[in-house]
Each structure stands twice: as C-alpha cells, then as structure tokens.
C-alpha cells in the first residue's frame, strides 16, 4: 500500500531477537538490556504479522537482528515466511559468525542471497570492533556463501579514527570475488552517536581518485537504496548507503518490526504501532498463545476448546493487525531527521530496532 506521501512500501525489516555474539561498539556495547524471552514474537506469530503485511502489499521480507543467526530455529523461519501468499523474497543481513554453519539449512529453506556486515579486514581491528575474534570464522562464511552460488552483499560501516583507513582493502574484496561490498554511512542511532562516520561523498571521491574508470552501475542490486558502481576488471561492485549526506526518504519502501512486534516506520523517531497486543489480547506473555498451539482447554469449565477460540481470535487479530499495520504505515513520516540531533526521538540502540 502507499503512505499518505504517495510512496509504496513493498518491503519489511523483521527483527527476530535482540540478542547478538558480538558487541559492535557502534550498534551494541556491552551491559545493552536484553528483551525478556516472553516478549519476543513467536515464529507463528511474525508469520501471521507478515502474511497481514503481504495482505497490504509487502513483497519482500528481511530476516534481521540482533543477531537472526543466534535465534534457535531460524532456519525454518526462512521457510514459514516464503510459503506466505505474496511474498517474493526473503533475504537474511547476518555477522556471518554462524552463517556457515547454517547456509545448508538455509538454503533448503530457499534463501538465496544474504547480506554479511564485515567492518574490517584486518583481523585485530575486527576483535577491538566486534569485541570477538571471529573475523576467519566469517570470511570462511563469505567464501562458503559465494561458493555456494549465493548473491552476497558485504556491508561496512566506516568509522573515523577506527577503520576508515581500510576502505581499499574492502573494495579489493570486491575487486577479487564476486560479491558487491556497500559502504553504510552510520546513523546517530544509540551507540551510533557517539562516533563520527564518512561521508559517502567523500568517500567516493577518494575511490574515484584512486580508480578514474568508476562508472556508475543503474542496474537493479536488491530491494534498498544503496546506488551503485562498478571498476573496471572487478569481479563485484560497490555500494554506497548514504542515509546521511544522500537522504533518501523521497522512495523509502520499508517498515521495520522489532523483535517484540513493534511496527517502526522509520528510524529516526522513537514512534512505533504494538502489534504484540494486538497478537496476544490481554496476555502479553503469550501464555494463551502457547496454550492454543499445544491445543489445550482454556477458559471457563473447559468449555472452549483451544482449537474453536483459536479460529474465533484469530479472524479478529487478523482484522485488527492488518489496521494496524495499514495505520504504521499511512502515518510513516515524509523524511529522516539525523541532520538535527535534537529532533530524533528513537533512544533505542540499533541491536534492539533491528538495523
Ligand atoms: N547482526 C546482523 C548484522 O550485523 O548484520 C544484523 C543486525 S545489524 C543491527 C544490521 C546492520 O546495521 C549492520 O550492518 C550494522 O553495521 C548496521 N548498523 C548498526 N548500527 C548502525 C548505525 N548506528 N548506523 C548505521 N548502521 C548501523
Ligand atoms: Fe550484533 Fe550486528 Fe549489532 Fe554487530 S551490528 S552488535 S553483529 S547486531
């Protein structure tokens, strides 16, 4: 459906746990507050939010975190969210920490391309990031990945004073193997304001310097807003995601949901529509839901059965999530506000929105 500025939003961020096995300093520094288990949707419940999203048009879904990969079970959510009528595509953005050690199971469950964030190639700057020396555990991931005939997606966040220096050894990755390596401008979301990123116009210019054959590449990549380049005698391209100095909110097509089923129409304001309740009723822990799915009897002297509340609730929810989601995302907001620190209103970190 469109929002009430005309744009079309075909494509959601599913968040599916706020937990993570690294500590990006920019995304999640250590004593970040986990959510309780109990308030993180239940695979069933994110399938029934994103059948109602394809119900209003969603078409593409992206299975993201925390850490998706740490989530017991993940696997099989691919699986649930690509059966929904509509759906296109269902794509994953892993650390990659895991991502080989589930790529079979993943890919049985039709995952095709996947998004791996990797902010270094120097294994020690990758530790003092991450807080975890894992960087061969993920370039095993990587190659594993792209051998395996999936489309990959590297995506670095460039940090000034921590690992801005290593822009070119990102883009060679590119320039030998064939995946596109995107440069993600960071947004002073959380821990995120506390560093200063690269412009991608900077960056750019650098890169153009350096490789004077850059030619821009229009070519559809994926379903966001990176723009794109290719350098002659390179096996992949390169992405720039210019939130900051490139704002693109004129054709921005997502809504995110949170692990605990917030619907957020955009990330710069701590606005967001609950669809937890509307999901669980007056049981926000999920007991009754938990109750239905093992087909108990519930409620007064047994007299409903599980299965017959079930069916009764579950055309009311329905009804009731879809308005909800209809409602997040006419009343998404026209643009972003990084620009003016004082006017965002998101407190989160970005490890619990799901970037
Ligand atoms: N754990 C997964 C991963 O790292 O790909 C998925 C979740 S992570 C929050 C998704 C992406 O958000 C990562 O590429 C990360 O670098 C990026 N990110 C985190 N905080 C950010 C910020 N403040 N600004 C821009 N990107 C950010
Ligand atoms: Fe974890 Fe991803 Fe955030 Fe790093 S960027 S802390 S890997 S969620």
Known sequence: MKDQYGRIIDYMRISITDKCNLRCRYCMPEGVEIIPMSHLLTFEEIVKVCTA????????????????????????????????????????????????KYLPALMDNGLRSVNISLDTMDRTLYEKITGQDAFLQVMESIETAVDAG??????T?????????????MLLYAGEHSVDVRFIE???????????????????ARIRERYPDLTEDLSVHGNGPASYYSIPGFAGGVGFISAMHGKFC??????????????????????????????????PDGEENRMIRENKTIG??????????????????????????????????QAHCFERRDAITEDKKMVSIGG
């Open 186 to 204: 960071i947004m002073p979301i959380g821990a995120g304001s506390t560093f200063t990123g690269v412009s991608n116009q900077t960056l750019l």
């Open 300 to 333: 007064n002297a047994g007299r409903l059965t599980g299965k017959s509340l079930s069916i009764e609730n579950n055309s009311d929810r329905k009804n009731e999530l879809k308005s909800l989601l209809a409602r997040a995302i006419w009343d998404k907001p």
């Open 53 to 100: 999203a394809a119900e209003l048009g969603v078409r593409k879904l992206k299975v993201t975190g925390g850490e998706p990969l740490v989530r017991r079970g993940a696997p099989a959510l691919f699986g649930m969210l690509r059966e929904i009528h509509g759906i296109e595509d269902v794509t994953l953005t892993t650390n990659g920490v895991l991502l080989k």
């Open 250 to 283: 004129d054709h921005c097509n997502r809504i995110r949901m949170s692990a605990q089923g917030e619907i957020k129409p955009c990330l710069c304001y701590g606005t967001s529509v609950d669809l937890r309740q509307a999901l669980r009723g007056s049981d």
């Open 150 to 155: 999936l489309q990959v997606k590297i995506n």
């Open 157 to 169: 966040v460039l940090l000034e004073g921590v690992n801005d220096n290593g822009w070119e050894q």
